[in-house]
């Protein structure tokens, strides 16, 4: 895994560990309201979105039945530096989730290449980063009052593969997050 200089952290928690060691994070910046932000959210269980079979493909590689480790859903792959990793914050309403994912859009933009997918959901950025032989991938989505991400890590995953594993989670979002 990548030391943790210089990364945000959302979707890469060190095992056993409280401490990001590379991701990206839902804390508000300067410029969102931090209170409302972080105090709305609420955990969904990211290991009822996605099943292990779902990830491997996604990853393009065998990867382990889903494991909660700190309201993330954790696919480990068969060598250390292979997983992926998917978190869900429930906001209490739409625009606190929109701050959540602008603040978090705002906050990878100075060290991960950030691109928008207006395709997705109510709006979607996917982030790459490559450093020191390392390559991480991920894909940010907000969905009315839910933010979630995925993050591959060594081999990253593709557009394609970062947009499918969205819709999978964003299917499953539908039939279990909580209706206005």
């Known amino acids: ?15 056993g560990g409280a401490a990001p060691v590379g991701g990206i994070s839902l804390k508000p910046t ?3 309201d931090a209170s409302s932000a972080t105090a709305a959210l609420v955990a969904i269980d990211p290991c009822a979105l996605m099943t292990q079979q779902e990830a491997s493909t996604m990853a393009g590689v065998a990867l382990s039945t889903g494991r909660l480790t700190s309201a ?33 859009k705002d906050r990878v933009s100075s060290s991960w290449t950030v691109t928008d997918m207006p395709a997705i959901d109510d709006a979607a950025v996917i982030v790459r980063l490559d450093s020191g032989g390392s390559s991480l991938s991920g894909i940010v989505v907000l969905d009315g009052s839910v933010v979630f991400n995925l993050v591959c890590e060594q081999p990253a995953c593709s557009n394609v593969e970062l ?18």
Do not use: N, W
């Not at 030391?3 to 890469?12: D, H, K, S």
């Not at 947009?163 to 206005?180: H, N, S, Y």
């Open 72 to 104: 993330e859903c954790y696919f480990g792959g068969y060598t250390p530096e292979t997983s992926i990793t998917l978190q869900v914050s429930q906001g209490r309403d739409p625009v606190t989730a929109r701050g959540v994912f602008d603040a978090t």
């Open 163 to 180: 947009e499918a594993g969205a819709k999978i989670v964003a299917g499953q979002l539908a039939a279990v997050k909580p209706r206005a």
């Open 1 to 15: 895994m990548l030391a943790a200089a210089g990364f945000v952290a959302i979707a890469l928690i060190a095992c």
């Open 30 to 32: 300067a410029g969102h």
